[in-house]
C-alpha cells in the first residue's frame, strides 16, 4: 500500500451505488480514522469513508502500522477493497490503498449537497427580508445579506456536524424551513410577531457560520469548541445591531434571548430558557425542523436492510419504522435494545436549578452538552 497516488485511477464510484459483494476501486474522504485492538491482541483500522452520496465503514487488518502512517483524516484515498453486509450495514474490506492528492480529485464529489438549488434559496430568503414590515428588522436582516464574505458561508455550511442538515447548504436550507414553519402556524396563534419570528429564524443559527468548518469533512473550528454558535451568534447580532442607527433596545433584547434561548432547556446547551411566545416557539420549530431531518437521514441510511426497522439510533434512544410493505410469512424481530451508559451529572446551568426532572439522568440527548449541540 503506497502513499503517493501516482499511477491511481480516481475514476468515481458513489457510496450510494455500492452494492453486497461489489469489488470497490475508487477513491473516498477519509472522515474518521482510529485504531483498535482485534481479540487476539493484533491493530486493525477502522475508517470512516465518505463522498456526496453517503458514507461507508472501512477495515484495514493487516500492515497497520504501516498503512496508518500513509494518511490522515481528510486525506483523500484511492482503495480497493471489497463490500460486504455485516450487521445490516455495508462495510469495506480494504486490501489496498493510496494516497491521493487533491489536485486529482473533484471537490464536489465528496462533500454532500442540499438537493434545493442554492441560488432558489437565496431568492427565497431575498423575499422573506423583503416582507418584513418593520423597518430597523429589515434593516438588520439586509446587514447581514449585503455582506458577501457572510454570505458566502450562511449559503454554503451545514446546520450540524452530524445530526441534521449534514450537507452543504444545510444551515440555509434549515433556516428557511423554520421561517416557513413560522408563517404555517402564524393563523393559528395570532397574534404574533411576524417579523421578530421570521428574523430570529433566520438567524436563530446563524453563529454556525463560524464554528463549522467544511472545506474537507465537517467538523467544528476552534472558536466553534471553545465558544460555540450561541455565544458566536449572539456576539454577531450584537455587532450587526450597533452599526444601525436608531435600532430599538427591545428588539435587541428580544432577538438576542431567541438566540440564547432557541435549543429549550440548559442541559441542551442554552444559557438561558425561553421566555417569551416567540422565543418558546422559535424553540420548538427548530427542534421540529431538526428532528424531522434527522431522523429522515438516520432511515436513509441504510438502502441494503429489508428489515422493516431501522438501526438503535443512539441518541434518540430508539429504533424507527420504516415505511416497507410487511413481509406477511416473516416475523420482524427486533434485536435486543443497547444499554446505554449513563451520562455525565449536569454542570452548573442545569444542575443549578433544582429541577432534575425525572429521567433526565438517563436521557441521551443530554450527552450532547459538550458536543456543540448537533441536535438542533
Known amino acids: 500500500m503506497g502513499d503517493t497516488g501516482k499511477g491511481v485511477d480516481v475514476s468515481k464510484i458513489y457510496i450510494a451505488d455500492i452494492k453486497d459483494r461489489d469489488q470497490v476501486d475508487t477513491v473516498f474522504l477519509v472522515k474518521e480514522k482510529t485504531t483498535a485492538m482485534a481479540k487476539n491482541g493484533k491493530p486493525y483500522l477502522t475508517l470512516r469513508l465518505m463522498d456526496k452520496t453517503g458514507e461507508l465503514d472501512a477495515k484495514v487488518w493487516d500492515n497497520v502500522d504501516v498503512v496508518g502512517a500513509a494518511f490522515d483524516k481528510d486525506d483523500f484515498l484511492a482503495v480497493r477493497g471489497k463490500a460486504t453486509i ?78 441534521h442538515h449534514v450537507f452543504l447548504g444545510g444551515l440555509l436550507e434549515h433556516s428557511l424551513a423554520v421561517a416557513r414553519l413560522v408563517d404555517a402556524i402564524l393563523p393559528l396563534y395570532a397574534p404574533l410577531n411576524r417579523d421578530l419570528l421570521v428574523v430570529g429564524a433566520l438567524l436563530h443559527d446563524v453563529g454556525k457560520v463560524r464554528e463549522m468548518t467544511y472545506y474537507r469533512s465537517f467538523d467544528y473550528t476552534d472558536e466553534g469548541k471553545l465558544i460555540g454558535h450561541i455565544t458566536i451568534g449572539v456576539e454577531m447580532l450584537h455587532e450587526r445591531i450597533a452599526g444601525i442607527p436608531g435600532f430599538p433596545d427591545g428588539y435587541a433584547m428580544l432577538l438576542k434571548h431567541m438566540l440564547l434561548s432557541h435549543h429549550g432547556q440548559y442541559e441542551y446547551g442554552s444559557p438561558k430558557r425561553p421566555k417569551t411566545l416567540e422565543a418558546t416557539i422559535l424553540n420548538y420549530l427548530d427542534d421540529l425542523d431538526s428532528k424531522i431531518n434527522g431522523i429522515r437521514t438516520h432511515i436513509n441510511r441504510e438502502p441494503e436492510s429489508q428489515s422493516r426497522w431501522t438501526a438503535y439510533h443512539r441518541l434518540y434512544d430508539r429504533y424507527f419504522f420504516k415505511d416497507v410493505p410487511p413481509d406477511e410469512e416473516e416475523e420482524q424481530i427486533l434485536p435486543p435494545l443497547p444499554v446505554a451508559e449513563p451520562p455525565a451529572k449536569p454542570e452548573s446551568a442545569a444542575a443549578g436549578t433544582g429541577r432534575e426532572r425525572a429521567g433526565f439522568q438517563n436521557n441521551p440527548f443530554t450527552r450532547l452538552k459538550d458536543e456543540n449541540l448537533d441536535l438542533f
Open 86 to 163: 455485516y450487521l445490516g450495514k455495508m462495510q469495506l474490506v480494504i486490501a489496498e490503498l493510496s494516497k491521493v492528492p487533491e489536485q486529482r480529485v473533484e471537490l464536489a464529489d465528496f462533500l454532500p449537497k442540499t438537493a434545493r438549488d442554492i441560488a432558489e434559496m437565496e431568492q427565497e430568503l431575498a423575499g422573506l427580508v423583503a416582507s418584513l414590515e418593520d423597518r430597523h428588522l429589515r434593516s438588520l436582516m439586509e446587514s447581514f445579506l449585503g455582506d458577501a464574505e457572510f454570505m458566502a458561508g450562511y449559503r454554503t455550511a451545514p446546520a450540524a456536524k452530524g445530526m
